[in-house]
């Protein structure tokens, strides 16, 4: 059987004419899963990057020294700025473009329909990107994904195949974590063979989160294929103009490595209170406030001077967030979900403080107090301040 579908295409990203380190992770596994996909099947499929902007053309090198095998850029002033109607257009016509997938592997360029695979970056743009070009291929999307496996998988469905066993081959599995994290969830994008509502779900995509998958360290020998994109852009598709663009600086300091207090929705039986009790420690410490994904939707009234200043996106830890190897990291009320872990793993000395011995944070942690933050914060303090007098003196 001739397939119609083939390749793995890869929508990376750019910030100031850098591809982001999300992108590089995205070719990486790409090449990997192609790799062995290939072997496997005993096929010559490729991983394709694709990359839109303004003078971009000069990133294709690097793109092909991290993993690809083809380059698809589209260089148009038009999209300088992302703006998501052009660029879902955009990408939908490379997606449909059958002369470009050709081109890709030219022995079977007649058959060439669609893409096969593809993968957008699960960050705020990534995101965005991936559900309206997904809708508009009219396919399937699964987001936030840690894991891929390619299988062939056996499966009876009464809506997909009509209750009849059927084999799909070439499936990529795609995992996420689900319910905090405690369970993984596979997510698969299948054809419907029920011959009722027959109909082709193809490209299979996800977005993949930030920070899971190794890129891979560039070789100048690579040697790929580069192919220009020329887009059809129309008046209609520009109606959102970027005025003006600036970059805002955090003011929240991550990455030197020092001492971290977090707090999670553990403080939900006064949060005002234990906030400032976090406030007070982190002052003591001169440390720096962190925040699990929860809170930085504002669960708890509390005052806005607090509200505004911690409950934020940008002391979010975890892989919604920032990474942090701190020297130390106080985890209080926060349960540890793996999403928030993959923020903390990599911290020197681990406190947390937690009233439910169970909890996974436990596992975690160099020290596990259990007990409730209002009553162990304060001691905490008390006995840090006293300890500061003593070396002081
Ligand atoms: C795609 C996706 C991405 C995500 N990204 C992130 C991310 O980047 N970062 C992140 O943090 N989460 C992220 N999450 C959410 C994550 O799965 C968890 O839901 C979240 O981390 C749980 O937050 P928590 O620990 O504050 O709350 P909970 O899980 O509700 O835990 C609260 C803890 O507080 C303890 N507690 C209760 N009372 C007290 C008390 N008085 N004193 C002390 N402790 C007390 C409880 O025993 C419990 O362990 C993501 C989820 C998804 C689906």
Known sequence: MVEKYRH???????????????SKEMIGEARRLIDGFNQKYSLKEKVVAIVLGNNIKELSKELIEIGADSVIYCDHPQLEEIRNTIYTKVICQIANDKETGGKI???YAE????????FFAADSIGRHLSSTVLAELDSGLASDINQLVIEDIEMSHQQKTGGSKETYEKTLEMYRPDFSGFLWTTILCLDNRNPAFKRDYHPQACSIIPGVFESLEPDSKREGQVIEFVPQIDEQDLKVKVISRE??????DFETPRTIVSFGRGIKDDPEKNIKLVEQLAKELNAEIGITLPMSKKPYSISQSLDSK????DRVIGTSGHKTSAMLYIASGVSGAMQHVWGMKDSGFVVAINPDEDAPIKDECDIFIKGRMEDVLPLLIEEIK????????
């Not at 058959?111 to 593809?118: G, I, K, Q, T, V």
């Not at 970059?247 to 929240?252: A, C, F, K, N, Y």
């Not at 911690?310 to 996106?313: A, G, N, S």
């Open 105 to 107: 592997e030219p022995e």
């Open 111 to 118: 058959n060439f329909r669609r893409p096969r695979y593809m």
């Open 386 to 393: 006293k300890q500061i007098q003593i070396v002081e003196a």
């Open 247 to 252: 970059i805002i600086q955090s003011e929240v």
């Open 8 to 22: 793995l295409y890869v929508v990376t990203e750019i910030e100031q004419g850098k591809l982001l380190t999300v």
């Open 310 to 313: 911690y409950m934020i996106p």
